[in-house]
């Protein structure tokens, strides 16, 4: 299995210059804060990264630059999910060429499948590769939920089909999942405001948009679960919240690249038509970045 797919995964922005074209030296830059901060896992060119607006071509070179630069220092597990079975096996084989440690594949989008074409889609990617595969469950984003009962008829088809991020938002949802798969299946919560929650209940750790914000306090929610300390994991996760509510400040997913940005890191704009807050929303963030001791 090569590494072991736990802990705090943060989905990394892709940076861009002011024409919008990709800044492959910013993100290599951001790679390496993310990693010298402790995270565990990287997830490029997922919704965080803005995978809807990029082409194939720069989903893959995406890819290629946080694999070359994490250099085995962390796991990496590039978001390969498109709205075709075809194309996301295109994507997927290739991820695990370039040297992808596993792959977070999120429901097809646009478009409904029916639970038993959905199962037939997530196990032809699983079995076009040896590398782990994980499903993502982002039903606010995608409007296709992907049932806790598909992923145990997919994990009973392919092995090595082994997790899902769940971003439902669900709690109950989670545990669900947990409940219906194998007990090697990973469950990893991607709505910020539960981690500590879902730690507790035995997920295997976090996808934290945040995480490129506030690594130090999504890292302390884990750490001081692992270590038993849950009222240190209960304050950080008190002192995260108000990031994760930032998120209605702007057009998603601008507000963690403006974050960014505002802290010296080249995020870079939102791909149009959204675009970078201002007003009354730029400083209510610039107030919330204060508090948490990431600017001045």
Not at 24 to 51: K, M
Not at 57 to 74: H, L, Q, S, T, Y
Not at 129 to 145: E, H, K
Request: proline share 6%.
């Amino acid at each position: 299995m090569g590494k072991e797919i736990k802990g705090i995964v943060v989905p990394v922005v892709t940076p861009f210059h002011r024409d919008e074209s990709l800044n492959e030296d910013g993100l290599r830059r951001i790679v390496n804060y993310l990693i010298e901060s402790g995270v565990h896992g990287l997830f490029p060119a997922g919704s965080q990264g803005e995978q809807f607006s990029l082409s194939t071509a720069e989903r893959k070179r995406v890819m290629d630059i946080v694999i070359e630069e994490a250099n085995g220092r962390v796991f990496v597990m590039p978001g390969t999910g498109a709205v075709t079975t075809r194309e996301s096996v295109e994507l997927t084989q290739y991820a695990e060429r370039a040297g992808a440690d596993a792959v977070s594949v999120i429901t097809p989008y646009f478009i409904k499948p029916t639970d038993a074409e959905l199962v037939a889609h997530y196990t032809q990617i699983a079995q076009s590769v040896s590398i782990p595969v994980l499903a993502y469950n982002n039903p606010d984003r995608t409007g296709l939920p992907l049932s806790p009962a598909v992923a145990a008829q997919v994990a009973e088809a392919a092995p090595n089909f082994c997790g899902v991020k769940d971003s439902s938002g669900d709690l109950s949802n989670a545990l669900a999942y947990m409940e219906q798969t194998p007990p090697d299946f990973r469950v990893f919560m991607g709505r910020d405001t539960l981690i500590y929650a879902a730690l507790c209940c035995g997920c295997a750790g976090a996808v934290a948009a945040t995480a490129n914000v506030a690594p130090d306090l999504v890292l302390g929610i884990y750490n001081a679960v692992m270590a038993g300390d849950h009222a240190t994991a209960r304050d950080c996760q008190r002192r995260l919240a108000p990031l994760r509510r930032a998120f209605a400040l702007g057009s998603f997913p601008v507000v963690i690249k403006d974050a960014l940005e505002l802290m010296g890191l080249p995020a870079g704009p939102a791909r149009a038509p959204v675009t970078s807050l201002q007003g009354e929303a730029r400083e209510a963030l610039i107030g919330i970045l204060r508090d948490l001791g990431k600017i001045a």
